[in-house]
C-alpha cells in the first residue's frame, strides 16, 4: 500500500458543561505503526459530569480496541450498546460516538452513531462522500443506525467532527432558537480557513469551540468538543544527540544534519563540537540562565538550538509525560525542544552510541541514564500520546 505524503494532524478542543469539573465528551486516539492506520474516536456520554465521562471513556476505549483488530463495526457497535451501564434515572445505556479510521495511503473510513454530521472539506468545498447505513441487530438496539461513509483523502483536506454541544450551542436563545446547527457551522469554517488557508487544526477547533461557548453566553450548556484532522505538508526535525560510535562517520552524520530540510537541533556539549569542528563554525554560550536545572543554550549558525545533553534530554522526557493540551510551556532549553516536537510532525532522531564514561558513573544522579533509554522513551511518547511519525536511527 502506497504510503501518501501528507502528515496527519489531529486535535480535539473541549470546553466542560457549566459547573462540571470533568468533560462527558471523551476524545481518544491511537495510531498503528504497523499498518499506518490512525484511529480517532469521539464519544458523547449521556449526561454529563463523571457518569458521562464513564460512558464515553467505556465507548471509546472499547471502539479503539475493535477497530484496531478490524472487527465489523456493526456487532462491536452491538456489544457496546449491551455493555455500557444503564442509567438509572432514563432506563438507558446510550454513548454516541463518531470513529475516524486513516489509512496510510488517504483512505479513509468515518463511521457515525448519533453524533452530528461532519464536513469534509477540500480547500474551501465540501465533500458528501457515498454512504450506507447499518441497522444494529437486537431488541435493545431497535432503529439505531450507525452511518460509514468512505473517501480518499487528499492534501489539504480537513475533517472536522463534533458534539452536540457545538450543533445546540445558543438552543433558546432568540438569535438561535433551535441551536447553531450544522448550516451555520459551517460557513463559520469555512470563513476560518479563507481568511488562513493553512489553519492549523488546533486553532480551527478551538475556535468553533470558542465560537459555540459564545451561543451559550459563555454558559456552557452542555460539553462542547470539536476535534479536527488535517491532512497537510508534513513539518519536518531532527535531533542528532551523542557523537558516532567511530570517529571516522563524524562528518557523515554532520553531512545528513546539514543537508536536512527543517528544523535542527543539538543535544550534547561532545556532538555540538563535532558540528562546529565539521561546518567551521564557532560555537557560542548564551550566558542568560532560563532553566536552573540545566546548562544554558549555545548557538551554532545553521542550528535552530544547541543544548546539553542527557540532563537536558531527561527533562524533555518529563515535560512530555506531564504535557497537557493549552499547558503553556517555560524558555528553558528542555520547554524550547519540547516546543518545537510538539510543532512538529515527522521526527528524526540520530542517536550515536560512543559510551559516555561520565554517565556510568553510578554516584551521579539516577537521571543519568544511558542516552539510548532516555531517546527511546521520548520516541515512545512522541508516537503514542502525540502521534507523531519518529524516525530513529543509530550512528
Known sequence: MKRSDFYLEVECLQQNQHGQSICGDVFMSRKIKEEGR?????????????????????????????????????????????????????????????????????????????????????????????????????????????????????????????????????????????????ENLKPFVIGLIRKHVFLSARDLGSKVVERACANYGNDPKDDTSCAVLYYREPRNLIICTGPPYEKSKDAKLVRQLNEFKGTKIVCGGTTAGIVSRELQKPISVDLQITDNELPPLSHIEGIDLVTEGILTLGKVYRLLINHKQGMALGHGPADCIVRLLIDSDKIFLINGTRINVAHQDPNLPVELEIRRTVVKNIVALLEEKFLKEVDLSYI
Do not use: H
Request: hydrophobic share 35%.
Open 38 to 182: 490512525t484511529i480517532l474516536v469521539l464519544s458523547d456520554g449521556l449526561g454529563s459530569g463523571v457518569k458521562a465521562n464513564v460512558l464515553g471513556t467505556l465507548t471509546a476505549s472499547m471502539i479503539l480496541n475493535y477497530m484496531k483488530v478490524n472487527k465489523d463495526i456493526r456487532k462491536a457497535a452491538e456489544v457496546i450498546m449491551n455493555t455500557l451501564p444503564v442509567c438509572s434515572k432514563r432506563k438507558a445505556s446510550y454513548s454516541t460516538f463518531t470513529i475516524v479510521d486513516v489509512e496510510c495511503d488517504g483512505e479513509t473510513r468515518i463511521i457515525r452513531y448519533d453524533n452530528p454530521d461532519c464536513l469534509i472539506l477540500r480547500g474551501l468545498d465540501t465533500i458528501t462522500p457515498d454512504y450506507e447505513e447499518l441497522l444494529l441487530d437486537g431488541d435493545s438496539n431497535k432503529d439505531k443506525v450507525l452511518y460509514s461513509y468512505r473517501f480518499k483523502a487528499q492534501k489539504e483536506d480537513r475533517i472536522v467532527f463534533c458534539s452536540d454541544g457545538v450543533t445546540n450551542s445558543g438552543m433558546g436563545s432568540r438569535r438561535w432558537p433551535f441551536g447553531w446547527g450544522l
